[in-house]
């Protein structure tokens, strides 16, 4: 296991050992939110590290939880931390985590058996490694197996970034993006999983999909709705956006969540339970964990219904 020291970053950039050993309960014990996000674990998780590039994704059964974020200058890696005797560990580097490769985007599927994540490791002994592909750990009785990378008709596409996504049949969800001249282009693809088999990945249609750039897609297990960041107004300005299935299958024209809801940034998930909405946001310049409750997206598609 490749391991550093870890020492986090408070508001006052002054360097702190992290110990979440004296939380219990849910959700690193936190109160839940209400309907204005909040930090998530404020002076905790939140502000300690300096940067997020993921947000957290708990097991289904809240007893593991695991996000991407910098934990030296210039080093980027997936910390896990565990409910061990009653109370979370403090957080360590996953042990399948390798450092230089600047592992990423852990997501774990509906039913808590497959472990997906973006890594610039070797796909072989003949490959140098640099570009991020999507790979996948299995849970076992000892815990997640090794990492196997998707196949070729995944794996293939350049550009391959930031959160993946995945249904309860299996479907996932992905992005690819590319600098243009212009500033950066990127679309949402989904492959189909049947007979332990990948489809190749479809580019969804022009209600996700824009002239912007679309990014770290969430579909929900029910895949009855898809929620993803959008790249609208110049780089760096992000916005959530969530569009529905309608009663055809196909997508609805999907809704800015800030101009409904007030709510922006970047990696949305929502937890295994539906209650709360883990998205990253900027905060003195850093991006950094937030959580709301959940439960506008019901009102959200009640109002959809209506029209």
């Given at each position: 296991?490749y391991?550093?020291?870890?020492l986090?970053?408070?508001?006052?950039?002054?360097k702190?050992?992290i110990?979440?050993?004296s939380?219990?309960?849910?959700?690193?014990g936190q109160?839940?939110?209400g309907?204005?996000?909040?930090?998530?674990?404020?002076?905790?998780?939140?502000?300690?590290?300096?940067?997020?590039?993921?947000?957290?994704?708990f097991?289904?059964?809240?007893n593991?939880?695991?996000?991407q974020?910098?934990?030296?200058?210039?080093?980027?890696?997936?910390l896990?931390?565990?409910?061990?005797?009653?109370?979370?560990?403090?957080p360590?580097?996953a042990p399948?985590?390798?450092?230089?490769?600047?592992?990423?985007s852990?997501?774990?599927?509906?039913?808590?058996?497959?472990?997906?994540?973006?890594s610039?490791?070797?796909?072989n002994k003949?490959?140098?490694?640099?570009?991020?592909?999507?790979w996948?750990?299995e849970?076992?009785?000892?815990?997640?197996?090794?990492?196997?990378?998707?196949?070729p008709?995944?794996?293939?596409?350049?550009?391959i970034h930031?959160?993946?996504?995945?249904?309860?049949?299996?479907?996932?969800?992905?992005?690819?993006?590319?600098n243009?001249?212009?500033?950066?282009r990127?679309?949402i693809?989904?492959?189909?999983?049947?007979?332990?088999?990948?489809s190749?990945?479809v580019?969804?249609g022009?209600?996700?999909?824009?002239?912007d750039?679309?990014?770290?897609?969430?579909?929900?297990?029910d895949?009855?709705?898809?929620?993803?960041?959008?790249?609208?107004?110049?780089?760096?300005?992000?916005?959530?956006?969530?569009?529905?299935?309608?009663?055809?299958?196909?997508?609805?024209?999907?809704?800015?969540l800030?101009?409904?809801?007030?709510?922006?940034?970047?990696?949305?998930?929502?937890?295994k339970?539906?209650?709360?909405?883990?998205?990253?946001?900027?905060?003195?310049?850093?991006?950094?964990?937030?959580w709301?409750?959940?439960?506008?997206?019901?009102?959200?598609?009640?109002?959809?219904?209506?029209?």
């Amino acid at each position: 296991m490749y391991f550093i020291p870890f020492l986090g970053c408070d508001a006052q950039n002054e360097k702190k050992e992290i110990d979440l050993s004296s939380l219990r309960g849910p959700y690193l014990g936190q109160k839940p939110p209400g309907e204005t996000p909040e930090f998530f674990a404020d002076g905790i998780i939140a502000n300690k590290y300096l940067s997020f590039h993921s947000s957290l994704i708990f097991t289904p059964d809240g007893n593991e939880c695991y996000w991407q974020c910098q934990v030296n200058k210039n080093q980027y890696t997936i910390l896990s931390s565990k409910i061990k005797d009653g109370k979370w560990t403090p957080p360590e580097i996953a042990p399948f985590a390798i450092i230089e490769y600047r592992d990423d985007s852990p997501f774990i599927s509906p039913d808590g058996k497959r472990f997906f994540f973006i890594s610039r490791r070797p796909l072989n002994k003949n490959d140098q490694g640099g570009k991020e592909n999507i790979w996948v750990m299995e849970r076992t009785d000892q815990g997640w197996s090794e990492p196997e990378p998707l196949p070729p008709c995944i794996n293939s596409l350049t550009g391959i970034h930031w959160q993946i996504s995945v249904d309860q049949q299996g479907t996932l969800y992905f992005s690819t993006h590319k600098n243009e001249s212009r500033g950066r282009r990127g679309d949402i693809y989904h492959s189909e999983f049947a007979n332990g088999n990948y489809s190749n990945p479809v580019k969804l249609g022009n209600k996700i999909n824009s002239a912007d750039y679309e990014f770290s897609p969430f579909i929900s297990p029910d895949g009855s709705y898809l929620i993803f960041s959008r790249e609208k107004y110049g780089i760096g300005a992000y916005r959530l956006f969530i569009s529905y299935k309608d009663k055809t299958g196909n997508w609805t024209e999907a809704i800015n969540l800030y101009e409904s809801n007030g709510i922006k940034g970047i990696c949305p998930i929502v937890s295994k339970d539906a209650k709360y909405l883990f998205f990253l946001d900027y905060y003195k310049s850093h991006s950094q964990p937030f959580w709301v409750d959940a439960g506008f997206l019901v009102e959200l598609k009640s109002l959809l219904s209506g029209k």
